[in-house]
């Protein structure tokens, strides 16, 4: 079992930043890749950005050149840095690990807010 738990959203401006940190526990050698999602009021969830275990980086078109996904395996964490953020980036984010073994694991999300 892998257990993963979000921090660092918060209600900013627009053209502001946040950053989000993803704290895995558990089962983390089971983890192949980690990733960011976000779900709007309305919408269904999507990829944010990804960070295989010794890969490159992958970013939804929307969020390129203004967030960043970087990874610290000695710490099992993996952060998300928002720049110039818009109001469109308003969601809850999820934290996401995808296993070797089995079934992928969820944060519980955490809220962003980005005001105009």
Same mark, same amino acid.
């Given at each position: ?13 627009? +053209? #502001? !930043? ?7 526990? =558990? ?7 980690? &990733? ?17 275990? +010794? #890969? !490159? ?7 390129? =050149? ?7 395996? &000695? ?42």
């Amino acid at each position: 079992q892998v257990q993963l738990v979000e921090s660092g959203g918060g209600l900013v401006q627009a +053209g #502001g !930043s946040l950053r989000l940190s993803c704290a895995a526990s =558990g089962g983390i050698f089971n983890i192949k890749a980690m &990733a960011w999602y976000r779900q709007a009021p309305g919408k269904q969830r999507e990829l944010v950005a990804t960070i295989p275990r +010794g #890969g !490159s980086t992958n970013y939804a078109d929307s969020v390129k =050149g203004r967030f960043t996904i970087s990874r610290d395996y &000695a710490k099992n964490t993996v952060t998300l840095q928002m720049n110039s953020l818009r109001p469109e980036d308003t969601a809850v984010y999820y934290c996401n690990a995808d296993a070797y073994v089995g079934h992928p694991y969820w944060g519980q999300g955490t809220q962003v807010t980005v005001s105009s």
